[in-house]
């Protein structure tokens, strides 16, 4: 087969002295941070549909790269081009994972049942190529969003068959990522929410979303998926209102319908800037609910108010990010460039250069989040904040869940108007934070 990116050869790490554009200058994937290979600390994968589909069409314009890898596009034959390429271009850069929507992989047929043998056909093509490499699949997931049938959402449809057309779509979806030996499947939102509560019964359209996923779960680990099902969390677009505004919202969402076993939050960073939090904000909650899965590792632009899905750049995003996954004990999933090139990046170099810049934008993030860990002065500030609580026997009853209000009234009486809590020393932590990344200057 030949070479799709001929004039592109095996990205490789230099060092943070390189000069060379497309050289890791600090994602090595053999160095030992925490105790652990920087490899796997940090699972990258590859967007299936950003990087070997997506060609840069917006609603002003027509794409503008040219994504056909030597066959017509629509065809099954640029379906197969596509993973030549994609397991090209996942070589060069060492990315070891990848993501898809079901018709990310092949053109949607006009039965389920011909897109399904034709799903069949590219996961055979899949898997021998995956075959003598180390390139595995993170998570797969069905598109229940583009086809105008999915116009008023899926699980929340108002339309029946609708909702049993997203549910054959899961089926197969479910099928396809245990076959490439998926960790994961992902249920972002699409369009499960709303335009006006006029023509809305939100209560039957949420019931209707936790039967679909209990249905997924229920048959998922009937043909022998163990891996982590993830809500994928946002808060608009295309919808108006999203049920999954964010994580905290997904979370009361699975525990509300008995889902939370077996979920578990897939953070992306532009959809929980979105929502009006920080990426950190939302991978904490996940976290210290016990459900950090997997991220989706891109970041949006604060100016615009919209999904950007930009390749990431911001050493203090990825540096708080990998603050809260080590602090988590890692992720069971991982790394998800769910970013695409600039319109105006349109070649194939492009496509390299925003992996390298990705990469080397965790990479030094999780080199300064293990520095700011081993430095100990942030943990030191925290654990000593809440000092009151272990220090007094009030403090230790009400952690131990064993006080009463008036046991605490009575403290209150008798030691009298409490001092100021002490200082929140932000500016001192963000000075902390600036020399941690920055260093001698
Ligand atoms: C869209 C989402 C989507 C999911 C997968 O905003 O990011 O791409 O990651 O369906
Ligand atoms: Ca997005
Ligand atoms: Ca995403």
């Given at each position: 087969m030949a070479e799709i990116f001929q004039s592109l050869s095996k990205v490789h790490f230099e060092g943070a002295e390189?000069?060379?554009?497309?050289?890791?200058?600090?994602?090595?994937?053999?160095?030992?941070?925490?105790?652990?290979?920087?490899?796997?600390?940090?699972?990258?994968?590859?967007?299936?549909?950003h990087n070997l589909c997506a060609t840069g069409t917006d609603m002003f314009g027509p794409g503008t790269a040219?994504?056909?890898?030597?066959?017509?596009?629509?065809?099954?034959?640029?379906?197969?081009?596509?993973?030549?390429?994609?397991?090209?271009?996942?070589?060069?850069?060492?990315?070891?994972?990848f993501c898809f929507h079901d018709v990310d992989l092949v053109p949607e047929a006009a039965?389920?049942?011909?897109?399904?043998?034709?799903?069949?056909?590219?996961?055979?093509?899949?898997?021998?190529?995956?075959?003598?490499?180390?390139?595995?699949?993170l998570w797969g997931t069905a598109n229940m969003f583009s086809n105008p049938r999915f116009m008023n959402g899926a699980g929340s449809s108002n339309s029946v068959d609708v909702f049993c057309h997203a549910a054959a779509q899961i089926k197969k979806a479910l099928e396809c990522t245990v076959k490439?030996?998926?960790?994961?499947?992902?249920?972002?939102?699409?369009?499960?929410?709303?335009?006006?509560?006029?023509?809305?019964?939100?209560?039957?359209?949420?019931?209707?979303?936790?039967?679909?996923?209990?249905?997924?779960?229920?048959?998922?680990?009937?043909?022998?998926?163990?891996?982590?099902?993830?809500?994928?969390?946002?808060?608009?677009?295309?919808?108006?209102?999203?049920?999954?505004?964010?994580?905290?919202?997904a979370i009361g969402f699975l525990r509300y319908y008995g889902l939370d076993k077996d979920f578990k939050m897939n953070i992306e960073a532009n959809h929980a800037t979105l929502a009006g939090?920080?990426?950190?904000?939302?991978?904490?909650?996940?976290?210290?609910?016990?459900?950090?899965?997997?991220?989706?590792?891109?970041?949006?632009?604060?100016?615009?108010?919209?999904d950007t899905d930009e390749f990431?750049?911001?050493?203090?995003?990825?540096?708080?990010?990998?603050?809260?996954?080590?602090?988590?004990g890692g992720l069971t999933g991982g790394f998800n460039f769910d970013a695409k090139t600039r319109?105006?990046?349109?070649?194939?170099?492009?496509?390299?250069?925003?992996?390298?810049?990705?990469?080397?934008?965790?990479?030094?993030?999780?080199i300064k989040a293990a520095a700011i860990i081993e430095d100990g002065r942030v943990d030191e500030f925290v654990n000593n904040r809440y000092a009151s609580y272990r220090d007094t026997e009030i403090g230790r009853k009400i952690r131990a869940g064993q006080a009463s209000l008036s046991e605490c009234a009575a403290v209150a009486s008798q030691n009298g108007a409490p001092a100021l809590p002490g200082s929140g020393r932000q500016e001192y932590l963000e000075s902390v934070m600036n020399q941690i990344l920055f260093g001698q200057a």
């Open positions: 390189s000069k060379n554009p497309l050289a890791f200058k600090y994602y090595n994937p053999d160095r030992v941070i925490l105790g652990k290979k920087m490899s796997e600390h940090l699972p990258f994968a590859m967007a299936w549909w040219d994504k056909s890898f030597g066959a017509e596009p629509g065809t099954m034959a640029h379906a197969r081009a596509k993973v030549d390429a994609g397991f090209e271009f996942m070589q060069k850069l060492g990315v070891r994972y039965t389920i049942d011909q897109t399904n043998a034709r799903l069949d056909e590219i996961t055979d093509y899949i898997l021998e190529k995956m075959k003598g490499t180390d390139i595995r699949c490439l030996g998926g960790r994961g499947y992902v249920f972002w939102g699409g369009r499960e929410g709303y335009e006006t509560l006029m023509n809305t019964d939100m209560k039957f359209e949420q019931e209707n979303i936790a039967a679909l996923m209990r249905m997924a779960v229920e048959y998922g680990r009937s043909i022998g998926f163990t891996g982590d099902f993830y809500i994928e969390p946002k808060p608009k677009e295309p919808m108006k209102h999203q049920y999954d505004f964010d994580a905290a919202t939090h920080t990426f950190q904000h939302d991978l904490r909650v996940s976290a210290v609910n016990g459900m950090l899965g997997s991220v989706d590792a891109n970041t949006g632009d604060l100016l615009l108010g919209w990431p750049y911001n050493v203090y995003d990825t540096t708080l990010c990998m603050y809260e996954v080590l602090k988590a319109r105006s990046s349109y070649t194939f170099e492009d496509m390299f250069q925003a992996f390298v810049l990705g990469m080397d934008t965790f990479a030094l993030g999780l």
